[in-house]
């Protein structure tokens, strides 16, 4: 005798149909700044609820209904809306292009991998990567502080620097001079084609940028900081436990004290062109402020 396979709950596109997946809502409903337990139990329940109700299928728009109406019925307005807009968002081809900046070691990368995964975003850039493009077309004869590491540039600078200046500033400025113009054309293709990015990076600076750019709707820039040295050192020590390729952990160590500077220098921009800065103390609620400055972003996006 074979066992009856389970019913399934189809969902309606206007082309297929596919299975109604628990895992995949769950998924979808952490986009909106809730937690992982909340959205897999959300989830659970909304999929309960259409087996007690005896709905097996149900149209995607039908779908979205449902989950919408189960959150406020459990008191998630909040969760609501941001689902509809991001769903509205989705509808208008709107892209969304993140910047994640902040010094070396902040704790870039992680968080822009985590918010990557909660809106849903396959493309993550880092500057870096830009960088090492424009070092392969550009000689270190030609252009020395590009083949620097952000932090080390003012060794390569054969000018005069007075001392009233700091010359680590001026170097780093010089280095990343030469990459914008490369970020600048990722972030505009990205808007032309309509393709949500993340890109993060030492190498976003608003003094160096085009403001039309940073003033796009579609563009939120984000600067990562910790206010406390001893954090932001063991960090980077965990940092080199962590890569897939290790660099020499003593290399950052060494040159801790130009990073900090770096690091002051990108909070005091941040401050002078109104970006929003975030303390990168707890991965999750540096993502959940995070997602909270791209759903206003999304309401007034939606709204034009």
């Known amino acids: 005798m074979t066992t009856p396979k389970p019913r399934r709950i189809n969902i309606k596109s206007e082309n297929y149909s596919f299975p109604f997946s628990r895992g995949l809502l769950a998924t979808q409903l952490s986009v909106t700044g809730m937690d992982f337990y909340d959205s897999y139990k959300t989830a659970e329940a909304i999929g309960l609820e259409l087996e ?15 989950v919408c109406n189960i959150l406020e019925t459990e008191g998630k307005k909040l969760y609501s809306e941001r689902y509809r807009n991001f769903l509205t968002l989705k509808e208008l081809e709107q892209p969304l292009i993140l910047l994640v900046a902040g010094a070396t070691g902040i704790g870039k990368s992680t968080v822009s991998l ?5 809106l849903a975003i396959s493309h993550i850039v880092g500057t ?8 392969k077309i550009l ?9 620097s590491s952000s932090y080390t ?8 620097v007075s001392p009233i200046y700091n010359k680590v500033i001026i170097g780093f400025e010089e280095h990343v001079r030469l990459v914008v113009p490369a970020i600048e054309a ?35 820039p984000i600067f990562l900081y910790l206010s406390d040295e001893n954090d932001h050192l063991n960090r980077i020590y965990a940092r080199s436990k962590t890569k897939v390729i290790r ?6 160590v060494d040159h801790f004290q130009e990073i900090r500077e770096i690091h002051d220098f990108l909070v005091e921009q941040a401050r002078l062109h109104g970006i929003p800065l975030i303390e990168n103390i707890l991965l999750e609620k540096t993502t959940k402020e995070i997602l909270d400055l791209v759903f206003e972003r999304i309401e007034s996006i939606i709204k034009v």
Do not use: C
């Open 114 to 118: 985590n918010l990557a995964s909660r």
């Open 139 to 147: 000689s270190p004869d030609l252009i020395p502080s590009l083949h």
């Open 153 to 160: 540039a003012h060794e390569s600078m054969k000018e005069y």
């Open 52 to 66: 007690l109700q005896d709905t097996w299928e149900l149209t995607e728009i039908e779908l979205d209904d449902f």
């Open 186 to 220: 990722v972030i505009s293709r990205a808007i032309t084609e309509g393709i949500s990015i993340l890109l993060d990076g030492v190498h976003i600076l608003p003094s160096v940028m085009d403001p039309k750019i940073l003033r796009t709707p579609n563009v939120i």
């Open 128 to 135: 870096d990567a830009i960088r090492e493009v424009l070092r």
């Open 247 to 252: 660099r020499p952990v003593e290399r950052y």
